[in-house]
């Protein structure tokens, strides 16, 4: 493994113990130790800072919703360790599911980085109680390098998971995600290869969202049990 102790963020400047460049959001996994003393996956939105004066922002930052295992372990242990993976079958494990393993880093991990985090901010939005938090570089590695590529499947899925993971919010239209989420089935139909279906029949059967659709519009939407490969 090589260690990398600098990445840049959107305008170029240094950030100091992160093995990548963050943009905008940046979709990752994060795992946190639970009370089991296993490793809880989950999805994690990183939030790269904007503000080029260091003390008018946070550093990088994401936001927990709910009363999430994430949450309760970020407050418990203060940490978790950042994983940065291109697999669209971890982000639905992470995402929709119940993941936990005996290890922090995952074993399709491009490049972790361990964090403490420090709550910073928190409120309720339609019913549903958020908290921001602040992420500080511990000890980061990059196991290995890749030649990025484009797969608009491979962003559906991530999409999706989104929003499979908000149709029971509150704070969100239940109608607009179903929409989404055909969208998105579609397009993962046109543009996805195998990772891409398998890992949305996964997220079908861990949400069980199309049941929600009436059923001439789910006869419509495209399934990915045993989809060959394109």
Known sequence: MSERDVAADSDGDALDGWPVAL????????????PNDRWNAAALGLHAPEAADEEEQDGVTATTWGDTRTRRNFHRRGGGVVQFVSDPRTFVDAAVTIREEDDPVLPDAHAWVEVDVEPVEEGESDGTRWERWRLRPVDAAVVESVVPTINRGFAAVIEATVAASRLDVPAYDTEALRSRLRYFAD???????RPEREAFAALDDATGWRERLPDEVASGVPRFDGAPDR
Not at 23 to 34: A, F, H, M, N, P
Request: proline residues 0%; aromatic residues 0%; contains cysteine.
């Open 23 to 34: 943009r905008g959001v940046t979709e990752s996994v994060v795992t946190t130790l639970g």
């Open 187 to 193: 397009v993962t139909e046109r543009c996805g290869g």
